[in-house]
């Protein structure tokens, strides 16, 4: 591949993402940045630019909306990175700036976002995507139930590419697991659905280990084999629940806009678990029905607890789950398959026209 060939990359995360070489020993952590140095071999160089932090940044350290507005960054870019092929600017916040100003500065590049989060009922994060997303050359989502929601709000003329995402398949692997001793659920957005999680659980004997920031009301009366577990972990220690636990249960929303649930689902596919997950246009993409997953309709609680029942009594299908549902992790969470699948797209996008 000769040099004019090869792609220049400007990735602008929406929070600190680089790591200290001191904070990054093998194996504590699952690798966020080899994924970009694996895309080198592809004929694409990623250069990435977290948030500007204070004083230069005057919203460093609040909400990752705010945080990634960063006008310091943004002209940075716009004045110093105009040779670039194309800039991805994860989440929607980073690309304000850069929209605004790009034509003052004769900007070039394209502009696509990565992973937009629709959030209708935040009324300053949809009045910024309001303008800006229609002024973006594209956007990068994680899954495809987005496109529909895009062509609609913001027209069919901007390209949707769906990359899925990229999950650390050796960080999270069966491996690591333990003797089981506990059901698993896991998450904190706010479409998670533990309500019916925790109906369904009533007079199930076994124990649920609910790992979220969110509050889940529950009569312990009724529920005590129900722990929450709400404080921060250590990756490692997040990884530890996953390695001792039955399965997993991914209860959500029928309709989320953003990717939720698809994080938890590709780490839990990794670790080789069997997963219960409800029917949601956020994971669609990465269902096979009673081959990798047990999926049930979202917001039932009798079906979940039908689920739930099944996988107790029935090991030999947790074990059939579970090891297609890794077979499934390394053939499209992997590092070597994502790269892949995100070099071609960003093929694409970087002969995008320029609006």
């Known amino acids: 591949m000769t040099h004019r ?50 004083p230069l940044n005057p919203f460093a350290g609040r909400h990752s909306l705010y945080q990634s507005l960063d006008p310091y960054r ?26 605004l100003l790009r034509r003052l500065c004769r900007f070039k590049p394209p502009i696509v976002i990565w992973d937009l989060c629709p959030t209708p009922d935040w009324r300053v994060r949809d009045r910024l995507q309001d303008y800006v997303v229609p002024r973006v050359d594209g956007v990068l989502a994680i899954h495809s139930s987005q496109a529909p929601y895009i062509a609609e709000r913001w027209g069919r003329q901007i390209p949707v590419g769906v990359t899925g995402l990229s999950i650390d398949t050796d960080f999270y692997h069966p491996r690591h697991n333990e003797p089981p001793q ?8 706010a479409e998670r659905d533990f ?17 979220t920031r969110r509050a889940v009301s529950f009569d312990p009366r009724r529920h005590g084999s129900i722990r929450l577990v709400p404080e921060r972990l250590d990756f490692a220690a997040f990884r530890a629940l996953y390695a ?31 997963l219960i997950v409800s029917a949601s246009d956020s994971v669609r993409d990465y269902l096979a029905p009673e081959e990798n997953c047990l999926v049930v309709p979202p917001s039932d609680a009798d079906a979940l607890r039908a689920a739930i029942e099944r996988l107790l009594r029935e090991p030999e299908t947790c074990e059939r789950l579970g090891r297609n549902a890794r077979r499934f992790a390394e053939e499209y969470f992997a590092k070597p398959a994502f790269v892949r699948r995100f070099a071609e797209t960003l093929r694409l996008y970087s002969r995008c026209g320029k609006r």
């Open 5 to 54: 060939d090869r792609l220049r990359v400007l990735l602008l995360y929406a929070i600190p993402r680089r790591i200290a070489p001191e904070d990054n020993t093998s194996g504590t952590r699952p690798d966020t940045i080899d994924q970009w140095q694996t895309l080198s071999e592809q004929g694409i160089d990623i250069e990435i630019m977290d948030p500007t932090p204070l």
């Open 74 to 99: 943004a002209l940075k870019v716009l004045l110093a990175r105009r040779r670039v092929d194309l800039v991805i600017v994860a989440n929607d916040g980073g690309a304000l700036f850069l929209v």
């Open 182 to 189: 506990y059901v698993l659920s896991v998450g904190d957005d």
């Open 195 to 211: 309500p019916t999680l925790v109906a369904a659980m009533a007079g199930i004997q076994s124990d649920l280990v609910i790992k």
């Open 244 to 274: 001792s636990s039955r399965f997993v249960i991914l209860p959500l929303t029928p309709h989320p806009l953003n990717a939720s649930g698809v994080t938890a689902l590709g780490e839990a596919f990794a670790m080789g678990k069997a």
